[in-house]
């Protein structure tokens, strides 16, 4: 019996043999856990508790990968995904547009919550709130031309591009629709940023090297306003994809913060100064704010958009 339960753990699986299992709990990157003969797999496209017939889409020593090809027992959480483009062989971008969007958050909070307790030993509830709709809310986004010049996303774990008509999580000022009915170049990194001042920047790049994406059309520099206060974002720099975080995680941080007059604060990997221009206003001329960054590109732009600050 032992010899047996042996070989049934070193049960070797190929890519693209199918089994029936049930889903068991979330895991982090977008993926569900489910074992099988012993065998620990990485699924996509599941929700806990279903049963489902899983396709291998790779292998490994530690563990495998598969992807949902049908459903045999649907969870009462399964919804028809809002984008054409979210399924097995489409786009690689969403991994849960096949969930309801409120347990989509409570899986994200399972997450965050598994991860607090096996790595570092605490035991924590988190609540992950709705900012706002599912979907056109990205401000930024990298697509890929596939070696015809059609515009699209990378598969899962794959250097093969879906092409797609258009990403309806993007804001409408991206105009993705427009930008992927263009003719384009083969095999080109198509780099789209709008900012919500209603200003729009394309940049093209090779897939292949390391060659600089350069602009194409739009300003090279963003003006983002936050709180009352514009700040200028060079098209290469960072800058907070959903176009709600800037200001929601502004008055989250001055909310735990508590700042007063005559702080001094250290803004850690401060980017371009999100949280700097409004920390420089809680703490007062008397105050201090030490803006810490890595980026050349968003160094320049915070010392542009704090120059007239003594302060900072």
Known sequence: METE??????????????????????AHGGHFIARHEGAVFFIRHGIPGETVIVEVTSTGKSFNRGDVVDVIAPSEFRVQPPCQYAHKSGCGGCDFQHINPAYQRELKSNVISEQFSRIAKKEIQVEVEEVGPAIGW???????????????????????????????ICVDGMKFSEVSARTLKGDVRVEISASNSGERTIALAPTRGEEKARITEGPAILHEVVEGRTLEVRQESFWQSHVKAPEILTKTVLNFAKLKNGDHVLDLYGGV???????????????????????????DDAHRNFAGFKNV
């Open 5 to 26: 339960r042996t070989e049934a753990k070193k049960r070797a699986f190929r890519v693209g043999e199918k089994f029936t299992t049930t889903i068991e709990k979330v």
């Open 138 to 168: 990205r401000t930024r986004a990298i697509a890929t031309t596939n070696r015809n010049g059609k515009l699209g996303f990378y598969k899962s774990r794959s250097h093969s591009i879906a092409p797609v008509d258009n990403c309806i």
């Open 273 to 299: 100064g999100l949280f700097t221009a409004a920390i420089v206003d809680a703490v007062g001329p008397t105050g201090h704010v030490d803006l810490i960054e890595g980026s050349k590109v968003a160094t």
